[in-house]
Nanobody, 121 residues
Framework: QVQVVESGGGLVQTGGSLTLSCHAS????????MRWYWQAPGRQRELVAE???????NYADSVKGRFTISRDNAKNTVYLQMNSLRPEDTAVYYC???????????????WGQGTQVTVSS
């Protein structure tokens, strides 16, 4: 069984910073891409940033230059450093990971439960 758990959300003022963490644990053989999504009230879930197991990154245009995604493969953890936060960044942030599980090495995408980020104006 695999668990993906996000942490680090909270309330921050406009212009502030937060760092989100997402840790995958359980019967994992290998982790491939890891991603952060956000979902604001009344809107669809959208990709914010992704990082491959080789370190290649991709960002939504709205966060380029403000957010940085990184990962620690030894810890099965992905981070999202968020700077210069704006009220429109307010959302529930979700993490997912493409990974192969043990013992069968099947490939799945696992999601976390999300963490709330609120940016006050």
């Amino acid at each position: 069984q695999v668990q993906v758990v996000e942490s680090g959300g909270g309330l921050v003022q406009t212009g502030g910073s937060l760092t989100l963490s997402c840790h995958a644990s359980g019967s994992i053989f290998r982790i491939y891409a890891m991603r952060w999504y956000w979902q604001a009230p009344g809107r669809q879930r959208e990709l914010v940033a992704e990082i491959t197991n080789g370190g290649t990154t991709n960002y939504a245009d709205s966060v380029k230059g403000r957010f940085t995604i990184s990962r620690d493969n030894a810890k099965n953890t992905v981070y999202l450093q968020m700077n210069s936060l704006r009220p429109e960044d307010t959302a529930v942030y979700y993490c997912n990971a493409d990974l192969r599980t043990l013992p069968d090495r099947s490939l799945y995408t696992h999601w976390g439960q999300g963490t709330q980020v609120t940016v006050s104006s």
